[in-house]
Each structure stands twice: as C-alpha cells, then as structure tokens.
RNA sequence: UCAGACGGUCGGAUGGCCGCCUUCCGGGUGCCGCAAGGUCCGGGGGGAGGAAAGUCCGGGCUCCACGGAAACACGGUGCCGGGUAACGCCCGGCGGGGGCGACCCCAGGGAAAGUGCCACAGAAAGCAAACCGCCCGCCGAAGCUUCGGCGAAGGCGGGUAAGGGUGAAAGGGUGCGGUAAGAGCGCACCGCGUCCCCGGUGACGGGGGCGGCACGGCAAACCCCACCGGGAGCAAGACCAAAUAGGGACGGUGCGCCGGGGUUUCCCCGGCAGGCGGGUUUUCGCGCCGCCGUCCGGGUCGGUCGCGCGAGGUGUCCGGCAACGGGCGUCCCAGAUGACUGGCCCUCCCCCGCUUCGGCGGGGACAGAACCCGGCUUACAGGCCGUCUGACACA
RNA sequence: CGGAGCGUGGCGCAGUCUGGUAGCGCACUACACUGGGGGUGUAGGGGUCGUAGGUUCAAAUCCUAUCGCUCCGA
C-alpha cells in the first residue's frame, strides 16, 4: 500500500529532525531524516511518512520562496509515496539552486538524497510516474 | 514626419495530462459518530494584484476606559471653495515660480505678542551707526602773495550716505530736479503700508485717495493662532473543550498527644511528635502533608466562529466644469492557517545572444491575499488608446 | 500587528540635540633610529557623511520620502 504523507507543523518537530544530524546536500535540496516509533505499536495513529519544508529568507523574496516550497512539493508528492522507507521523518530544505534546476534533476536529486540517507525502498508500483499507486481513474 | 506634454488602460495568448484549496449537487450506508456531520465515490462552479508590497494617513469592526462635556499636556494638520463615512486624499480655483508652448512645481497662516539665531568677512548684522570717502567751517608747518591774505598735506568741529570695499543679506529701486556735498528733500513710474469704493461665496483681483518709507531674513528655531485626535488592536474578541497538576463542594473511610473554641459521633485554630522534599552531614531553620470516588468552576494544547453582500463590481441614463452624487438593470466574484492558488508539455506572441539568414539556444517586468474598505508612497519588461503643444514639409 | 534604534576614511566609533572647522584609535605610505626584524619617533595620504528631494545665505546636522541592517513586545 501507499502511505499517506502527513506535515510536519511544529517548530518542535523540525528540531527534533534537525537534532538527529543526518543529512544529506544535493545541488537542489538538503534532505533531513529521523526516525520515529515505527515499531512502537502504541503509537499507530502516527502517520508512517511524514514530511516538512523549510525555505528560508536566502532564498528569495516571498515569490521566490513559494515558488521553492512548490516544487520541493510537486517533487515529493512524485517520489516519497513509492520510494520513502515507511516510519520516517524527513525536513526538505529549498535552495536557491531549487529555483533554476530542471524538474527532472530535481527528482533525482530526492532520489540519491533517500538512497545515501538509507532511507529508500524498492518501489511498490514500477508503473509510470504519471500513474502512481490506486488512485487511477 | 520629428520632438514633447497630459490622461487612461492592459499586465503574455490558447490547449492537453496529473495534482491542491474551497463551495454546491448527487450517490453510498464500508468506516467513525446517538445525531448533525465527517470520511469515500462521481459531477458542476470559483481560486492573487495594480501595486496583494511599504505600513505613511483615514474609517468600519471588536474589546477596554469614561457621568455629559470642556480644558491642560502631547501629537498632527495649515491659501480659498467644493467632494467624501472620513482623511494629511481628490477636484476646481487664487497667489508665487519655471517653460517658446501644451503644461509642470510650491508645508502657501502669523515675524508691529514675545524669546532666540544670522558663522567667516566687514566700520556696522538689526539699532541704528560711519572704515575709506565726499562737502562745509576754523586752525594751519611747506609754498605763493598785490602783504590784505590764499593755502596742498595735516589737525579740530560739523554735515552726508552718492561712490568704494565685505557679505547670502547693509535701512526702498530707476530717472529727473535739487544741493556746499548729499538725502523721498521734491516730482514721475514701480514697490511697500494704510483707508475707501467696486467685482467675487471666498482666497483674491481692479480702481482711487492718503503716507514719503517706518516694517531685513529664519517659524521644515522655540513659539502664537485656528482646526482635529480617549486607548489598543482579528494573536481584537466570542464559544466548545483533552491529559496532568492545583482549587472548591459532597459522599465513604481513616484520625498519635496536649491546649483552646464551636452549632460537640464531628469541625476549626495553635503547639509537639511523625512522614516527604531539596540545601554535603549534625544542629538548625524553610516548604508541603490522610486516602478513594463523584461533581463543579477557571483554564492550557486543540477545535469552531469572527470570515467574505460590500462606503461591492459592471452597463446605461440624469445632475455637475470636475472630484462626485442619484435612478434603473444586471452579477455574486479567493478565504488558507507550516498556510491552496501548483508540476510538466505543445503551438503562437514578444525580448536577448549567435547566425552559413535556413534557423539554433536562452528568457518572460515588478511582485504572492491573511479581518475588511478609502487614499498615499514606492517597484515595474513591453504594448495599446485618446487629447493637446512646438518645429519642419506638403496641399 | 505594534514599537525602537543604527548607516560617517579599510575597521571600530565621536560630531547631529544647539546648522557654518568633518575629528579620534587601529590600519596604510614614506623617512629616521637598528646589521636585519619587531618596536619607537617624525611627516603624509585617504571620507558622494546609505540614497533622493526640499527648507536655509549655508545641511553629516532640520523636514519629507525611500533603501538596508539590528533589536524589542504581543
């Protein structure tokens, strides 16, 4: 199955990620990885995927910075449901390099961010990625 | 045709695939829920700006304060009339300045209410005064002499402000007359002050009389005058409401000693003993103290509302020079909350670079709603429309 | 959302309130003392006062607008 992805909102949480020091910097984003209970039963309410980002003032003005988190997001919603290891949480973080590389760089710049990071997974769904998961129509 | 002035307007176009937020309709009873509803499936509608920006003003709205109000302090505004819910905004005028012109710019009340400042230079910087001068009178070494005197330089006394010089600024300006030399001393014009008349709602303008000039500049120096302003801000404010700790009430149960009190199976107060806590330990002093259950109130995380029909958009007619106002018709048009408005692609349109003129490559101005509205200011690739001015050419 | 402060030589700061001369320390350059370095001394250079308008005879200073940075409160 395909896990939902839920946000990381707390100011907290992004701490907690960051705390960890496990990242890696690809020329159009830096990944940060945690992991949380995903064997603890207890906690099963926890969504398995969880993802936040982080764009800050360097990047650009608020156009700028939108438009970063936009695509940090279109590339994200394409790799992590098929990709990203189930009970994790990951803090992207936009460049001012995100703005100019192409799309397609950019996705697999998440790719070898998750594989180096451990993070990664075979995929589920080897269909299109224009096709993901159940969801068809 | 070229150069220029002013006003308005647009803010790449079209399509495909996959997503997101919101709203409406239908389905379904699989899941959560007593229910409303949520979730899920299908379909329809809507989804950034002219500045959304800066946060410089004005309001709505909400809470707080306050007997009405006024005054002081503080802050703001400052020619006149109008528009507006209001404004420091807008429109139309007035005055001053700039431009051949269309047109543009101006914090533009008061300096005879008072205080203060005007560096350097200069004799003198605000009250009149006199450095070099000019002129008159007296004295007068040298010199001249018709022997009476005359008299350069200089001295003393007085008149004057034309000229020189300093300065940003030197006590009306120019011209004529006048005078020993000069001076509004007199006259004409201009300026200034004051009074009257006329036009205008008014700022102000025009005309006439009088005054011979007194009244330098700075109020974006203090200040005076007139007018305006209660404070805070949607994280305002309202409602619902976990876990834990603490508060209160009730019930059950328990209660080492002494003293006091009361409404006397119990409750309250004080002391001792006991337990717990941290301060290294003892002494010591400090803080807290029965257990279980139910309920209540306040309230944090969280959630809901506020939060999208409005000083609204648009078309047309009427009034007004205009800002704007009124009538009628028509439309419903973003509501997120770690925050949607996106990702990729085809064609066309512009811009830049290279070019073998076939094309190839790169790029799309400034910039992202957060309670709402009216302004102001600032940023902005390129394009379109209208009115007007000057020059040249042609007819 | 509300409020405060700061931009001056390469660096860190005075001067701004009360308008007329931009000054101090370090650094820099040259020379001297020393065999050389360091150090000391002497002399010297260097500033659109963030930007743009305005007031004034005159603006780093006063007024308005704007740009950038820092901080505080909710």
Do not use: C, Y
Request: no cysteine; proline share 7%; glycine share 6%.
């Amino acid at each position: 199955m395909v896990p939902d992805i839920a946000r990381l909102k707390r100011r907290s949480e992004f701490l907690r990620v960051a705390g960890t020091r496990r990242k890696w910097v690809a020329p159009g984003l830096i990944l940060q990885v945690r992991r949380h209970g995903a064997g603890n039963a207890a906690r099963r309410e926890e969504p398995a995927l969880r993802v936040g980002f982080t764009v800050s003032r360097k990047v650009g003005n608020a156009v700028a910075r939108n438009r970063a988190r936009r695509r940090l997001r279109a590339a994200v919603e394409q790799v992590m449901p098929v990709q990203a290891k189930e009970g994790h949480d990951f803090v992207v973080i936009g460049r001012q390099a995100t703005l100019k590389r192409p799309f397609a760089a950019l996705v697999s710049d998440l790719r070898t961010a998750l594989k180096r990071l451990d993070a990664s997974r075979d995929e589920i769904a080897p269909a299109a990625p224009d096709n993901p998961a159940p969801r068809a129509r």
